[in-house]
């Protein structure tokens, strides 16, 4: 079977993208991904994504240089989710500095605690 007639896009076109580190396994982050940046990162091997904010590609890295080189893809049983194994070069995955942007934790109460500390200051990653 084909990778584009396993995936089972949605209404807007969209697929969920999880990018995991491919040697530790610690989820880095998710985003999405369109019929064009998934092949473009299956042809370069490097991950591009759709963002929904400014519908447009996006390729991680390209402004702060943290980048995403694709080490295997996998799609789930459903069609609707890809699983993106990934070298995270930079060392950072999320847009606030930090490795993972799953870096708040849900106490027993429900609050939200940050256990992630900022590697890199984001004014000093994008330029602002």
Known sequence: MNLNDAIKWNEQGLVAAIAQDWQSGEVLMQAWMNAESLAM??????VVYWSRSRQALW??????????QLK?????????????????????????????????????????????????????????
Do not use: W
């Not at 990162?41 to 490097?46: A, F, I, S, Y």
């Not at 390729?59 to 995403?68: I, T």
């Not at 069609?79 to 708040?104: N, P, W």
């Open 72 to 128: 295997e893809l996998r799609v789930d049983c459903d069609g609707d989710c890809v699983l993106l194994k990934v070298e995270q070069r930079g060392g950072i995955a999320c847009h606030t500095g930090r490795r993972s942007c799953f870096y708040r934790l849900a106490g027993e109460s429900g609050e939200l605690q940050v256990v992630d500390a900022v590697i890199r200051d984001p004014g000093e990653m994008y330029g602002k």
């Open 41 to 46: 990162t299956v042809r370069e091997g490097k």
């Open 59 to 68: 390729r991680k890295g390209e402004s702060s240089g943290n980048e995403q």
